[in-house]
C-alpha cells in the first residue's frame, strides 16, 4: 500500500504534530487543521484517502462534521479520535457516519493499524470474491474458508469472525473491534463470549497443519499471521 493521503481535523497542536510525526514515519500525508468548519471545506475540495476528527472542536463538533459529510455525498473513511470514550459516546459517533473511533489516550500502533484498516477495506478488497492471505482463503459469497485448498467447516459466526480476521490481516484486532464488529455490540457484556468463539476458530484453522495462523496479544486482542 503506497502513502496515504489523510486529513486530521484536531484542535491540539502538540497532539496533532504527534500524529502527523507518526503519520511521515509510516509514509502517510497528513494535512491538519484545527478548524472543524475548514476541516469540513477541505474534505469537501479534496479527495483524502482517510479523515480523522477530533469530537470536540471549537467550531463545529466532529459529529457535525461527519453528518454533514455524509449528507454530502462524501464517502471518505472517518476515524473519530475523541477523548470522549464511553460506550454512549462511540455509540453516537458510530451512528453518526463514523467508520471507526477510538478514544483518547491510544496506542500508536493501534492507530496506524486502524488506518490502515480502514483504507483496505473502503478501497474494496474487503469485498473481493476470495479474499488472500497466506495459505488462507476467504469464499465471500459462498462464506467458505480454505487452508492449504482444504475447505474448513465453520459455524456462521465463526464464519463472520474469519471474515473479520481476513479484512484485518496481520493486524490486531482488538476484543471491543470484535464486539463491534462481529457481536454488533457497543458495550462488553463481560463474557467469555469472544474468548470460547476465537479458540474454536484457532483449531479449526490449525488442527492438523504445522504452523499456527492465529495469535493472542496478551492484554490487547488477536492477530491472523501468514503461516
Not at 496515504?4 to 502517510?28: K, P, S, T
Not at 479520535?81 to 453516537?92: C, D, H, I, Q, V
Amino acid at each position: 500500500m503506497t502513502g496515504l493521503n489523510i486529513l486530521y481535523v484536531e484542535d491540539d497542536a502538540r497532539l496533532a504534530e504527534d500524529v502527523a510525526q507518526l503519520m511521515a514515519a509510516e509514509g502517510h500525508r497528513l494535512s491538519w487543521t484545527a478548524s472543524g468548519e475548514d476541516g469540513l471545506k477541505r474534505a469537501g475540495a479534496q479527495a483524502f484517502d482517510v479523515v480523522i476528527l477530533d469530537r470536540m472542536l471549537p467550531d463545529l463538533s466532529g459529529i457535525d462534521i461527519v453528518q454533514r459529510l455524509r449528507a454530502a455525498g462524501i464517502a471518505s473513511p472517518v476515524l473519530m479520535l475523541s477523548a470522549l470514550g464511553r460506550p454512549e459516546n462511540r455509540t453516537a459517533g458510530l451512528d453518526a457516519g463514523v467508520d471507526d473511533y477510538m478514544a483518547k489516550p491510544f496506542e500508536p500502533s493501534e492507530l496506524v493499524a486502524r488506518i490502515r484498516a480502514l483504507h483496505r477495506r473502503a478501497a474494496g478488497q474487503a469485498h473481493s470474491a476470495v479474499i488472500l492471505f497466506g495459505d488462507l482463503e476467504c469464499h465471500v459469497k459462498a462464506r467458505t474458508a480454505h487452508r492449504q485448498g482444504r475447505h474448513i467447516p465453520l459455524s456462521p459466526k465463526e464464519f463472520a469472525l474469519f471474515r473479520y480476521f481476513m479484512d484485518n490481516a496481520g493486524e490486531v484486532v482488538t476484543r471491543e473491534m470484535l464486539l463491534r464488529h462481529v457481536w454488533n455490540l457497543s458495550f462488553d457484556p463481560q463474557t467469555n463470549v469472544i474468548d470460547v468463539n476465537v479458540g474454536r476458530l484457532r483449531r479449526k484453522l490449525e488442527d492438523g497443519f504445522n504452523a499456527p495462523v492465529l495469535e493472542t496479544i496478551w492484554g490487547t486482542g488477536y492477530r491472523l499471521v501468514a503461516a
